[in-house]
C-alpha cells in the first residue's frame, strides 16, 4: 500500500515550528524517505524565511497558537471522516492561504513603513533647507539695511570722520569711525593684531560728559566688513577708543586702550 503524504498545511507548521506531537513524529519519518516532500519543505521554510526577512517577529499570544492548532486538527479529523481510504486525498488550503495573506499583509507593512521613513527623512531636509533660507535671507536683510545706514551716514553733512590710531606699546593696527550724533549711529573699519586667547577687542564712544558707552566689540580684521552701531541719537562725543578686554567685553573698560581717536574741536 501506498504510504499517505502528509497534508499540505502540515509543511507550513513544521516550517514554522508550529507542528509538535505525534504529527512532527510522523512528518519527519515521512519526509525522511520521500524526495517530493522535502521538496515541498523546502518551498515552506522559504516562505518562512521571507516572511521573516520583512520585520521584527511579533510573539503572538499563546490563545492565538491554540485556537490556530484546534482549527487545523478539527479540518484534519473532519476531512479523514469523509475521504475513503482509495480516493485521493483533498488538499486543504485554507491555511495556506491565510499564511500567504499574512505574508502579504506584513510586506505591505514593510513598505508602507519604508515609505513613511523616506517621507519623515525628506520633510527634515526640507525643514533643514528652509532654516537655511531664512537664516540666509535674515543675513541678506541684515547687510540690506547696515549698507542702507551706511550710504546715509555717509552722505550726511553732519557726518564726522574719526581716525583711531596705535597706542604706545600696544598691538599694532589703525582704524578710522564715521559717527553721526543726530541718527545715533557708528560705522567702524580697521584692522588690528589678533587679540590674544580669552581676551576680545571692543569699542567704546567717550562721550563729552560722562562714563564710556560701550559700543560693542570689533574684530581684529574688519576691513572688509563695516561694523554698524545704533546709539543714542544726539549724544556727543570727545572720542573713540578700542580697548582688549576679557572675552566677551565687558561694560566698562579695564584693559588697555590699543586705538584712540579724538574728534577736532
Known sequence: MTERHPNPEDFDLYAFGALDGEDKVAFEA???SCAECRQSLQEARRLSSLLGLVEAPVTPPSAVKEALMKQVRRESAERKKQMAPERPRRASWSLRFALG?????VAMGFAASFFWKEDQWQRQEIKALQAQIYSTQAQVNHDAAALKTMNAVVGAADTVQVA????????????HVLFNARMGVVVYSGEVA???AGRSYQLWLVPSAGA????G????????????VHLQPGMTAKAFAVTLEPYGGRPQPTGPKVL???LNG
Open 30 to 32: 515521512h519526509v525522511r
Open 101 to 105: 495573506f499574512a505574508f502579504a499583509a
Open 164 to 175: 583711531l590710531v596705535q597706542q604706545s606699546s600696544s598691538m599694532p593696527g589703525q582704524a
Open 194 to 196: 589678533p587679540a590674544p
Open 212 to 215: 564710556p558707552v560701550s559700543a
Open 217 to 228: 566689540l570689533v574684530a581684529a580684521d574688519q576691513q572688509g566688513q563695516s561694523v554698524v
Open 260 to 262: 584712540v581717536g579724538a
